[in-house]
């Protein structure tokens, strides 16, 4: 979709002396249940040598499931002539966003539990990162350790990396 956006981006690191190596992931394929596809290039200055596999090896058969967790996942499109509400029937959630409860405009994801439609809380939304518990309930500022308000959360978690993602990249990383 956005092609001629990543042949610049590419073309603007080898200008500036670098080799790259483009990785296309979705993070369910990487011990989520989010559904979140992303490219990531990696570069490495020419004078250093190409981008080549070394020996790191990550397990990534985790489990894709948050312990008791049903999500029901629902978008919509607005397109032109055509309103469309679906809900995603492959067991995967939508890519978390920024949002309240990690909402989007065309995007949510609910939990069910008990009979009862709720939100994501920030937890498993940190968990669908694959990030550990409580990642982002805290954090320094002005040198005090504060609590990190849920909009707040939410914002850390929606503008996120899934953290197994770089576990797939680590290997090409030479130091």
Same mark, same amino acid.
């Given at each position: 979709?956005?092609?001629? $956006? *990543?042949?610049?981006?590419?073309?603007?690191?080898?200008?500036?002396?670098?080799?790259? !190596?483009?990785?296309? #992931?979705?993070?369910?394929?990487?011990?989520?249940?989010? =559904?979140?596809?992303?490219?990531?290039?990696?570069?490495?200055?020419?004078?250093?040598?190409?981008?080549?596999?070394?020996?790191?090896?990550? $397990?990534?058969?985790?489990?894709?499931?948050?312990?008791?967790?049903?999500?029901? =996942?629902?978008?919509?499109?607005?397109?032109?002539?055509?309103?469309?509400?679906?809900?995603?029937?492959?067991?995967?959630?939508?890519?978390?966003?920024?949002?309240?409860?990690?909402?989007?405009?065309?995007?949510?994801? *609910?939990?069910?539990?008990?009979?009862?439609?709720?939100? #994501?809380?920030?937890?498993?939304?940190?968990? #669908?990162?694959?990030? +550990?518990?409580?990642?982002?309930?805290?954090?320094?500022? $002005?040198? $005090?350790?504060?609590?990190? +308000? !849920?909009? =707040?959360?939410?914002?850390?978690?929606?503008?996120?990396?899934?953290?197994?993602?770089?576990? =797939?990249?680590? +290997?090409?990383?030479?130091?």
């Amino acid at each position: 979709k956005h092609r001629s $956006d *990543y042949e610049y981006i590419v073309s603007e690191f080898e200008e500036l002396g670098y080799n790259t !190596k483009e990785f296309n #992931l979705n993070a369910s394929d990487y011990g989520t249940k989010q =559904a979140r596809e992303r490219v990531f290039i990696l570069g490495k200055r020419k004078e250093i040598g190409k981008i080549r596999q070394c020996g790191i090896v990550y $397990d990534f058969k985790r489990s894709k499931e948050i312990e008791g967790l049903e999500i029901i =996942a629902w978008s919509q499109s607005t397109r032109e002539n055509w309103v469309d509400h679906r809900i995603r029937d492959d067991g995967l959630c939508n890519t978390l966003v920024t949002g309240r409860g990690f909402a989007g405009q065309s995007t949510k994801n *609910y939990v069910l539990e008990n009979k009862i439609i709720r939100d #994501l809380t920030c937890e498993e939304g940190e968990e #669908l990162m694959t990030w +550990p518990k409580g990642w982002t309930e805290f954090a320094i500022i $002005d040198g $005090d350790i504060r609590v990190v +308000p !849920k909009t =707040a959360r939410e914002t850390c978690v929606g503008n996120g990396v899934v953290s197994n993602c770089l576990w =797939a990249i680590a +290997p090409y990383i030479q130091v």
